[in-house]
T-cell receptor, first 113, second 115 residues
């Protein structure tokens, strides 16, 4: 079984709809991250959380919100989806003892029409 | 600001040929460097990392990278590639910003291995 899972794996939605992407992990890590990947742009950090009560904005947080429901769960919401949020979204986790190393989920491909 | 530059967006190569994927970083303090690989339709997987010690780092699948402080580089190499190495490769630097440890990624290099 995968240590970091993301649901759904693929989603097509319409402009203006609210959508939630979910991430769960069984690694027991405190730290969780949301990235988006666009062709030619690499990965950009949206939000990150170092424990259940800690939420921080990344470099591209506008238009997104997050919820850390438990140590193992970190959700990303698009309150009103727009076409330029079409991208591949990754969740990642890390542990203080591993320093900077992060472990990634399989990704969610989101298309906003 | 700390950043990572991957000098080639695409690298085509024939099977069994050597390959080098180039990565330069900017950092004024301690450097922690990573290479991740993304196979088609998958998440990112760690290939190798440099935290300290020997400047030549060996990773999985026969890849290695050399940390060069004077050149601020961390190029990834493999002496003989396979078709299965076709993937996108990301270089990343670990930074501490506002007391938080994060990774900053390069834009990626797509390696295509042709028969």
């Amino acid at each position: 079984d995968a240590d970091v899972t993301q649901t759904p794996r693929n989603r097509i939605t319409k402009t203006g709809k609210r959508i939630m992407l979910e991430c769960s992990q069984t690694k027991g890590h405190d730290r969780m991250y949301w990235y988006r990947q666009d062709p030619g742009l690499g990965l950009r950090l949206i939000y990150y959380s170092f424990d259940v009560k800690d939420i921080n904005k990344g470099e591209i947080s506008d238009g997104y919100s997050v919820s850390r429901q438990a140590q193992a769960k970190f959700s990303l919401s698009l309150e009103s989806a727009i076409p330029n949020q079409t991208a591949l979204y990754f969740c990642a986790t890390s542990d203080l003892r591993d320093g900077y190393e992060q472990y990634f989920g399989p990704g969610t491909r989101l298309t906003v029409t | 600001a700390q950043s990572v530059t991957q000098l080639d967006s695409q690298v085509p190569v024939f099977e069994e040929a050597p390959v080098e994927l180039r990565c330069n970083y900017s950092s004024s303090v301690s450097v922690y460097l990573f290479w991740y690989v993304q196979y088609p339709n998958q998440g990112l997987q760690l290939l190798l990392k440099y935290l300290s010690g020997s400047t030549l780092v060996k990773g999985i699948n026969g890849f290695e990278a050399e940390f060069n402080k004077s050149q601020t580089s961390f190029h990834l190499r493999k002496p003989s590639v396979h078709i299965s190495d076709t993937a996108e490769y990301f270089c990343a630097v670990g930074i501490t910003q506002g007391g938080s440890e994060k990774l900053v990624f390069g834009k990626g290099t797509k390696l295509t291995v042709n028969p």
